[in-house]
Structures are given as C-alpha cells and as structure tokens.
C-alpha cells in the first residue's frame, strides 16, 4: 500500500536520507528506527507530502504523493503544538471529518466514539489547556484514528508522556488499527518500543539516512506488555536492531549466523 522509490531529501547541500528504498504491506505495522540525526522525521514528512522530496518518490495506494493525501493521518511528538487551543477536545478530534464530507452530528458521534476509545468520553467538552500531557496526546491520536485513515504515520507519538500512559498507548494504538485494518509507520527511537509495536523493524543508518536493516517481528499475538518482554524472541530482536541502530551488524550477518 505504500512504496518508497530511491527516496532521497537534501536540506541545500545537506543530504538527510539518501535512496530510501521501503514497501508496506496493507495492515502491517512498520517500525523505522536510527540514530539521532538520521532523517527518520524527514523520511516522514516526504510521505506525508509535507516536504517535496529532492529525489525518487513516494507511491501510496499505487498512487504518487504529491501533496497531502486523502486516506493519510500524522500523529506528532508535539502535541501541545498539534492540538487547536481554542477548541474542545470533540472539536479538535471532528475537524478533520470535515474533509470525509459528514455533517456536524455525524462529527460529533465519530469524534465522541474516538475519544472514548483512548478513555476520554468524559473530558471531551475539555480544551487543551485544562488537559495533562498525556491527555493532549490521548486526544491528537483520538483524531488520528477517528479519521480511519489508510495509513497512520506516527512521528515518535509516545515519547513525552509517562511510562504507564506510554504503554496504554501502545496497546491503544495495536488494538484500534488492527480491528479497522489500518497501515502504520511508526517512527521511534526506542528500540525495545519498536519490537512490541512492530511486525517489522526498519533500521535507518547514520545520516544520510539509508535502509541498513529490515527485521521481521515474529511475535505471538496479541501482544503483551509484561509477556512478550519476557520471551526469548523479543530479548533476542531487541539485541540484534539495538547492534543494527549502532551500526555493528546488519540483516546479511544476521541471516548467516
Ligand atoms: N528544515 C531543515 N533545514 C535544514 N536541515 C534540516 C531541516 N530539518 C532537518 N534537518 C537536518 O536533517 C538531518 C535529519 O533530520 P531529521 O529531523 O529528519 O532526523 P531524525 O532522525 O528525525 O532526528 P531525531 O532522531 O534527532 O529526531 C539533521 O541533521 C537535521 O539537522
């Protein structure tokens, strides 16, 4: 559903990602870690048509992006920067409904339904300033899912808030995309967070960024946050993408061990 072609971005003279090659399945989760400076976020803008590439292309349900699509939602680290302050949480989570043509009423219960799935039904009249960290971010990624994008992309969407809400998060994200058969891109820096989330693990290099790895995640399913920790596997994936992120192994040496 999603094909990255020799994707490649320079800021001037400054390359960030460098020949990008990547296809997603409809329905996986895809993780995309590296190393600080990588390009990860740049790798996300191209895709969401934020910036315009310098080289290759971006191909989305077999179509080119060129400027923003349609079936796409961006869930950012920076929810206090995300979320409009003069509006309510059911507000903020209806707007982009707007562009699915439904009506205010139809907005509303799609919007309420949403909030109450990230356990927010009852803060909804709410605006962002009378709400902790972690609910800005429950809300922006209320409006992501209630949009029922084809794809999500996720830029780093769980590194402000605590550990515990981070986790309930997690699962959140995992169960309310599986059960609509959503697309996800999941940008992190977190390793052990891209093992849980992920069916699969993409390991940028160090800038300009380039694919240097590709992981299959074969976990058992649904995940666990305390069991799929525990197993071998996880203990073991986790080891081979954190050598892969500092560049001391790569899917060649892996395969041939
Ligand atoms: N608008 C811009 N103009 C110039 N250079 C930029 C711009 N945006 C990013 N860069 C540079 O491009 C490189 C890649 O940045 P990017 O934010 O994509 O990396 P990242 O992997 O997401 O980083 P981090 O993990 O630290 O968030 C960095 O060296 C950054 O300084």
Known sequence: MLELVDLTHSYGTYRAIDRINLTVKQGEVVCVVGPSGCGKSTLLR???GLIKPSGGGVLLEGRPVES????????????SRSLYPWLSALANVGLPL????LNRK????????ALTEVGLGAAAAKFPWEMSGGMQQRVSIARALAY???LLLMDEPF?????????????????????HGMT???????????????DRVVVLSKAPGTVAGDLTVDLPGPRDQIRTRELDAFVKLR???GRMVRGMTNNHELETR
């Not at 939602?73 to 929810?79: G, H, N, T």
């Open 46 to 48: 191209s895709i969401a």
């Open 68 to 79: 923003t699509p349609d079936n796409l939602a961006v869930v950012f680290q920076d929810y």
């Open 98 to 101: 707007r562009r699915r043509g």
């Open 106 to 113: 139809a907005r509303d219960e799609a919007a309420m339904a």
């Open 148 to 150: 029922r994008p084809s």
């Open 159 to 179: 590194g402000s808030v605590d550990a515990q809400t981070r986790e309930e998060l997690e699962d959140l994200v995992l169960r309310v995309c599986a059960h």
């Open 184 to 198: 996800i891109l999941l940008i992190t820096h977190d390793v052990d967070e891209s093992v849980y989330v992920g």
């Open 239 to 241: 080891a081979d993408v």
